[in-house]
C-alpha cells in the first residue's frame, strides 16, 4: 500500500559523521610522591532511560525508583513516566542497578561514551515474547476491505484469520489506528457513505465486543482525507484532511465525536506564503505531540524540499481556530524538523516512550525502515533495512520488544514471490532479529495487508 502522492528520486543521502576526541590530561597528585593523577579534559557521558513493570496490563511505569550505577558514578531518581536520567558520567561500562519502594531490585548494562547519551532501560516482571500478541491490521480478503485480528505466534493463511464484523460501514479501508487508553477501540477512515465519490473517506471509531464492531462517525464531510490517530487519553483525534479542496491536507485535531474542531498545522505559512501539504499524523504517548510526514508544494520550493519530511509540533501551541476562518489568516505554528534528505520519509510512529520516531524513507525505489531522535531535529538517522523490497508502516508492541510492520521482502523463507506481508521482528541495535512473516498470501487470488496495529494488553 503506496501512499498517494509519494515520489520516487534517485540520489545519494548525504550523512554527518559525528567524531568526539576525548582528552586525557595529568595533573600533580597531593599525596607527597608527585603522583600524575589522569583525569578527563572532555565531555563525560550520560545514561537516561524508563523502568517499567510489565505484570500490569498494559505495562506501568516505575516511579520514585532508586537509580545508581555500579562504578558508582551517579545516582537519580525515577520520575513521571519512569524516566530517569544520569548526567556527567564518566566513559565505561557500567552496571545500572534499579531498587523500587519494595525493595526489588533489577539491573541492566550500559556502555557510556564521551559527549553522548546512552540508552539504559529497565524491565521489571518481563513477559515472554509471545504471550497476548495481537495485530490488527487491513485486508482485501473480503468483496472491498475488511479488518483483520491475527496472533504475532507466526504461520498463518488468510482462512485463519479473525474478521472484524462492522456493520454500519464498509467499502475500502485505511488508515487503522488503535487507542491507546482502551484494548477495545479502533480508529479507521471508510468511504462507505461517499458512494458517489469514492475517493472521499470518513473517519469512524469501532468499539469490539469479540469480532462484533459498533459504529460511532467521528466526520461527517466531502473534504478528502488522508489519515487520523487517537489521543493518549482516547477522547480526541487527529486527522490529515483537505478542508479547503486545494489538494493540499492540512491536520486538525477534534473531539472523538468530530465537535470543537481546530486546527493544528494548516496548509501555508502565514509569513512567507509558502504552501505545505501534511499527512499521516502520530500523536505520542503522552499526549503532548504529533509528528506527521509534510513537503512544500508552493512554485518556490526547491527540489531538496519537494519531498515529504518528518517533522513533530507541540499540542499546546496550536492555536484554537474555528473551523469556518480563513486559512490564511492563522499565526505560524513552531515545528520541528526532523529529517532533512530528498527522499520521501512517511509512516511516521512514536515509539520508545515518545523517544524516537519510526517511519519509513523511499530510497532508490523502496521503502526502508529508519527512526530519528524524536528531539530538536538534526540528530542522525538509524537504518534498519536496505533491500530491494519495501518495509513500511512500522508499530511498536506495549511492551516495546516486538515490532511490527508490512514487508514483501522474504525474511523467513515463506515469501519467495514477495507478496505484501505482516512481519514482526525484535530490534536489536540497528537490525531486526527473529524475523517471521505472520501471514501468508495464497497464490491465487492476490491479497493486499496494511496498516498493522497492535491491541493494547
Given amino acids: 500500500m503506496r501512499p498517494a502522492g509519494a515520489t520516487r528520486l534517485a540520489g545519494i543521502p548525504l550523512g554527518l559523521v559525528a567524531v568526539a576526541v576525548l582528552l586525557i590530561v595529568s595533573c600533580s597528585g597531593t599525596d607527597g610522591n608527585n603522583f600524575q593523577e589522569p583525569r578527563f579534559a572532555g565531555i563525560n557521558g550520560t545514561i537516561e532511560g524508563f523502568v517499567t513493570d510489565q505484570a500490569p496490563n498494559p505495562t506501568a511505569a516505575v516511579v520514585g525508583a532508586n537509580v545508581y550505577t555500579v562504578p558508582v558514578g551517579a545516582i537519580g531518581k525515577t520520575g513521571a513516566g519512569g524516566y530517569y536520567r544520569l548526567e556527567n558520567v ?6 545500572v542497578h534499579v531498587v523500587r519502594e519494595s525493595g526489588q531490585t533489577n539491573t541492566v548494562k550500559v556502555q557510556v561514551f564521551a559527549g553522548r547519551v546512552s540508552r539504559g532501560d529497565v524491565v521489571f516482571n518481563a513477559q515472554p515474547l509471545n504471550v497476548s500478541r495481537e495485530l490488527f491490521f487491513l485486508t482485501d480478503a473480503g468483496a472491498e476491505g475488511q479488518i483483520a485480528l491475527i496472533h504475532a ?17 464498509g467499502g475500502s479501508f485505511r488508515s487503522l489506528k488503535a487507542n491507546k487508553a482502551s484494548s477495545d477501540e479502533l ?4 468511504n462507505f457513505e461517499h458512494q458517489a465519490n469514492p475517493t472521499v473517506f470518513d473517519v469512524y471509531i469501532l468499539r469490539l465486543s469479540g469480532y462484533l464492531a459498533t459504529v460511532l462517525r467521528v466526520t461527517n464531510s466531502n473534504a478528502p482525507k488522508d489519515s487520523a490517530d487517537f489521543s493518549a487519553d482516547g477522547t480526541q483525534v487527529v486527522v490529515s484532511q483537505d478542508t479547503d479542496l486545494n489538494d493540499r491536507f492540512e491536520l486538525w485535531i477534534m473531539n472523538r465525536d468530530g465537535t470543537n474542531p481546530r486546527l493544528l498545522a494548516g496548509d501555508i505559512d502565514p509569513r512567507s506564503g509558502q504552501e505545505f501539504d501534511h499527512r499521516g499524523p502520530s500523536w505520542s504517548s503522552d499526549g503532548s505531540t504529533v509528528a506527521f510526514s509534510s513537503r512544500r508544494v508552493d512554485a518556490g520550493a526547491t527540489f531538496d524540499t519537494r519531498d515529504f519530511d518528518i517533522f513533530h509540533a507541540l499540542v499546546s501551541a496550536a492555536p484554537v481556530i474555528p473551523l469556518s476562518t480563513p486559512l490564511v489568516v492563522l499565526p505560524r505554528l513552531p515545528l520541528v524538523h526532523v529529517t532533512r534528505d530528498i527522499y520521501d520519509d512517511l509512516f511516521a510512529n512514536w515509539m520508545d516512550r515518545d523517544t524516537t520516531i519510526f517511519y519509513s524513507k523511499l530510497a532508490n525505489g523502496n521503502w526502508q525502515i529508519y527512526s530519528a531522535p524524536g528531539d530538536d531535529g538534526g540528530s542522525p538517522e538509524t537504518q534498519y533495512t536496505n533491500s530491494p523490497y519495501d518495509n513500511f508502516g512500522v508499530v511498536q508492541s506495549n511492551d516495546r520488544r516486538l515490532l511490527a510492520w508490512v514487508s514483501t521482502d522474504d525474511w523467513d523463507g515463506t515469501n519467495p514471490d514477495h507478496s505484501t506481508e505482516i512481519t514482526v521482528g525484535v530490534p536489536v541495535g540497528s537490525k531486526f532479529a527473529e524475523v517471521r512473516h505472520i501471514t501468508r498470501t495464497p497464490p491465487s487470488p492476490i491479497r493486499t495487508y496494511g496498516y498493522p496495529v497492535w491491541r493494547l494488553r
Avoid: H
Fill in 90 to 95: 564518566a566513559a565505561g561500562s557500567y552496571d
Fill in 153 to 169: 505466534q507466526g504461520g498463518y493463511t488468510p482462512a485463519e484469520f479473525n474478521i472484524i464484523t462492522t456493520p454500519g460501514i
Fill in 187 to 190: 480508529l479507521v477512515l471508510s
